[in-house]
C-alpha cells in the first residue's frame, strides 16, 4: 500500500484508511462483533494503517471494537477518533447537539484512551464545531492534551475555513476530515485552498456517497429504520432516480479502465491532490479489497477533466446531510 503524509505533519499514513463507522453503527443492525473484529484486521494486513472512529459512533461501542482489534498491532497504525457532540462521558447518553468545553473534551479523551486500549490518540479530531465556544479554546485544550503526551495530532470535522485558519494560530492542524467525493463538493470553494495553504492534511469521509457511487444502490433498495440513509435527503426515492446518472457515468469510466464505479471514485479523490486521504468503510472483505484496487487506478488528466465536465451537467439533487445535522458543518 502507497504511503501518504497529511500535509506538512509528520504523520504519514496509508494513501486509503479505513473508516469504521459502518460495522456497528449508521447503516443498520450492528455487523457481528468477531466479523467486524475480522475485517478490521484484514485491512491492517493489507496494508491499511489509518484508521477512523468516534466516540459518537455508539456511542462508544465502535470505539471498543476498533480498541480490540487493533490492540495487538497498536504499534503499528494510526488511530483517529473525534470529540465533540454532548455525549456524558461516563454513561454514554446521548445529550442532544454539540459540546467542546474544555473539561468535556479532556473526559472525552481519558473515555477514548481507555475504549482503545491505548495511550495516546494519533490524531483527535473536533467532530462538529460548537458555536457556544471559541475555536480558540477548543485547540488550546487540544494542545494541553498533546503536551501531556495524550494525543499527537489536532484535527476538525467539517469546519469552514475561517475556523481552521483561527485553529491553526493557537496550535497546527494535522488534518481536516469532511464530506467530499464526486458528488458532494462543497470543501473545493474554500477549505481545500486553506489546506493547500496552511500544510493540513484532508481526510474525505463518504468518499463512496455512502455506497451510492458503488453502484449497488437504485431505486429500490430498502433501508432499515435504523440506517441514517433512510432519513437523508439525497436517499429519498426520488433524489436517487434523479441521481443515478452520476452512478452511470461512473460505470462508464470504470468499463473502460477496467475497474469498478467505486475504484473509479476513490482514484479520483486521490488524484486531486497527494496529500488527501479517503477512508471507505465496508463489512466485506471482498469490498475491502475492491476499495484498496482503487490505489492502482490511474486517472490521466484527461480522464480527469471528462469526469469533471460531464459531473458538471449533471445537478446532484437532495440535500448532503439532514439539517439538524448540517446545521454544524462549514462553521
Known amino acids: 500500500m502507497q504511503k501518504r503524509k497529511l500535509g506538512r505533519s509528520n504523520l504519514e499514513v496509508s494513501a486509503l484508511g479505513y473508516g469504521c463507522m459502518g460495522l456497528d453503527y449508521g447503516y443498520g443492525p450492528a455487523t457481528d462483533r468477531q466479523e467486524g473484529i475480522k475485517v478490521i484486521r484484514a485491512a491492517a494486513e493489507r496494508g491499511v494503517t489509518f484508521f477512523d472512529t468516534a466516540e459518537a459512533y455508539g456511542p462508544f461501542t465502535n470505539e471498543k471494537l476498533v480498541g480490540e482489534a487493533l490492540d495487538p498491532i497498536r504499534d503499528q497504525v494510526v488511530i483517529a477518533t473525534k470529540f465533540g457532540w454532548d455525549i456524558d462521558p461516563e454513561t454514554g447518553e446521548r445529550r442532544g447537539g454539540v459540546n467542546s468545553r474544555p473539561g468535556q473534551i479532556k473526559a472525552a479523551t481519558e473515555g477514548m484512551l481507555k475504549r482503545l486500549k491505548t495511550d495516546f490518540i494519533d490524531l483527535l479530531y473536533q467532530h462538529r464545531v460548537d458555536p457556544e465556544v471559541p475555536i480558540e479554546d477548543v485547540a488550546g485544550t487540544v494542545k494541553e492534551l498533546i503536551q501531556q503526551g495524550k494525543v499527537r495530532h489536532y484535527g476538525l470535522s467539517e469546519a469552514g475555513a475561517q475556523t481552521i485558519r483561527r485553529a491553526h494560530v493557537v496550535h497546527p492542524v494535522t488534518a481536516i476530515q469532511s464530506e467530499y467525493s464526486i458528488w458532494t463538493r462543497d470543501p473545493e470553494a474554500e477549505v481545500l485552498p486553506a489546506c493547500e495553504e496552511l500544510g493540513i492534511g484532508f481526510v474525505p ?68 491532490k497527494p496529500w488527501i486521504v479517503p477512508i471507505p468503510g465496508t463489512r466485506k472483505i471482498e469490498r475491502l479489497d475492491e476499495n484498496l484496487g482503487a490505489a492502482s487506478v490511474e486517472l490521466t488528466s484527461d480522464d480527469l477533466s471528462e469526469i469533471d465536465a460531464s459531473f458538471s451537467k449533471i445537478p446532484v439533487k437532495g440535500a448532503r446531510l439532514p439539517e439538524e445535522v448540517l446545521q454544524y458543518s462549514n462553521r
Open 205 to 272: 469521509w463518504s468518499p463512496l456517497g455512502q455506497g451510492f457511487l458503488t453502484g449497488k444502490i437504485d431505486t429500490t433498495t430498502t433501508f432499515d429504520s435504523s440506517d441514517f440513509r433512510a432519513t437523508f435527503p439525497r436517499f429519498t426515492a426520488e433524489a436517487r432516480q434523479a441521481n443515478l446518472a452520476l452512478v452511470d457515468l461512473l460505470k462508464r469510466i470504470a468499463e473502460r479502465k477496467k475497474s469498478t464505479p467505486a475504484q473509479i471514485a476513490l482514484a479520483w479523490l486521490l488524484a486531486q
